[in-house]
Antibody, heavy 124, light 109 residues
Framework: QVQLQQSGPGLVKPSQTLSLTCAIS??????????WNWIRQSPSRGLEWLGR?????????DYAVSVKSRITINPDTSKNQFSLQLNSVTPEDTAVYYC??????????????WGQGTLVTVSS | EIVLTQSPGTLSLSPGERATLSCRAS???????LAWYQQKPGQAPRLLIY???NRATGIPDRFGGSGSGTDFTLTISRLEPEDFAVYYC??????????FGGGTKVEIK
């Protein structure tokens, strides 16, 4: 059974960096048949994909255009986890942040396991 | 970017009734890449349907998905009390890799 456990602060000051970690059990961050995503949810923006990291003989990252200049997602193979860093945050970055596994059922791509969510508030 | 529009925004129904939720895409979506999720307050989304019509593991058969191209439907044949929640459609594409619809809330009438 795959489990994703999120950790990180719930309050970040404007202009600072939001940092979250997603620890994986039951799978490997280096899996060739999965990708590891960050998704956030807010009343104003709904569910918004932020980016992902995945390993296919080498590491790849994809980022949403809306945050591309501010985001970094890194795998940590020694701890079997991956992290999100979002720089220069503003109150518009206030949201519940989720990590989620992307995997494949036949031809379909799915997000079958999710972290518990972390409410991050950007406020001074 | 493919935009997914869900309707209605809110569906007010009684337990035992049938729910029909719509998801319309701004351009054609491969059925393989269309999924439905259920979300309850304070919880992460839960995968219900993938590949437009395949139930995920452990999902009861009262949930069904159909559609192709730009029009997809989630049907709940007989609403149980635990089915009152928000439902999202999702598509996997190329850029960005995935997008979600705005959601349909199924509430108790």
């Amino acid at each position: 059974q795959v489990q994703l456990q999120q950790s990180g602060p719930g309050l970040v000051k404007p202009s600072q960096t939001l940092s979250l970690t997603c620890a994986i059990s039951g799978d490997s961050v280096s899996s060739n048949s999965a990708a590891w995503n960050w998704i956030r949810q807010s009343p104003s923006r709904g569910l918004e994909w932020l980016g992902r990291t995945y390993y296919r003989s080498k590491w790849y990252n994809d980022y949403a255009v809306s945050v591309k200049s501010r985001i970094t997602i890194n795998p940590d193979t020694s701890k079997n986890q991956f992290s999100l860093q979002l720089n220069s945050v503003t109150p518009e970055d206030t949201a519940v942040y989720y990590c989620a596994r992307e995997s494949y059922q036949g031809m379909a791509t799915i997000n079958d396991y999710w972290g518990q969510g972390t409410l991050v508030t950007v406020s001074s | 970017e493919i935009v997914l529009t869900q309707s209605p925004g809110t569906l007010s129904l009684s337990p035992g009734e049938r729910a029909t939720l719509s998801c319309r895409a701004s351009q054609s979506v491969s059925s393989s890449y269309l999924a439905w999720y259920q979300q309850k307050p304070g919880q992460a989304p839960r995968l219900l349907i993938y590949g437009a019509s395949n139930r995920a593991t452990g999902i009861p058969d009262r949930f069904g998905g159909s559609g192709s191209g730009t029009d997809f439907t989630l049907t709940i044949s007989r609403l149980e009390p635990e089915d009152f929640a928000v439902y999202y459609c999702q598509q996997y594409g190329s850029s960005p890799p995935l997008t979600f619809g705005g959601g349909t809330k199924v509430e108790i009438k």
